[in-house]
């Protein structure tokens, strides 16, 4: 029973990983909407500029988080550790799902800086420490 599940988390891995990308790419074309979501009824054209900036910098971040942590989990170092890569399922899946409801009921821009930080900063963060702990100290789990 624990072979078949260790053997399936790297598969899993890598779905949630991409369909988190697919969602956090998607909120660049629906941008618009959580824009004027998170701006007062009347606004002038710099207020809006000033939160497309905003976004546009978040999904880029969000982006660059998960190619990193894409190219990370292709170079091996990390690929057969079973904790990390069940903890990037859980933190992947649910970034992309609440990625998604972002779009979909069109939330303020601040929430996407909170979906930011859990969800694509935290296992960013996980995985490079873990390739310091292999790469540095030569510590494998």
Known sequence: MGRR??????????????GYLIAASMVYFSKDDNIRSSLAATYSTSEYDTKDSEITAAITLVVTCLAIQ?????SGYTLFMAQ????????????????CWFILDSWHITSFWYL??????LPLALEISYMLNILCCNIQS
């Open 5 to 18: 599940i260790h053997d399936s988390l790297i598969p899993a891995r890598f779905l949630s990983t991409m």
């Open 70 to 74: 894409i190219v990370s989990m292709l």
């Open 84 to 99: 990390l890569n069940a903890i990037h399922v859980l933190l992947n899946a649910i970034g992309a799902i609440l990625t």
């Open 116 to 121: 930011f930080t859990f969800f694509s900063l």
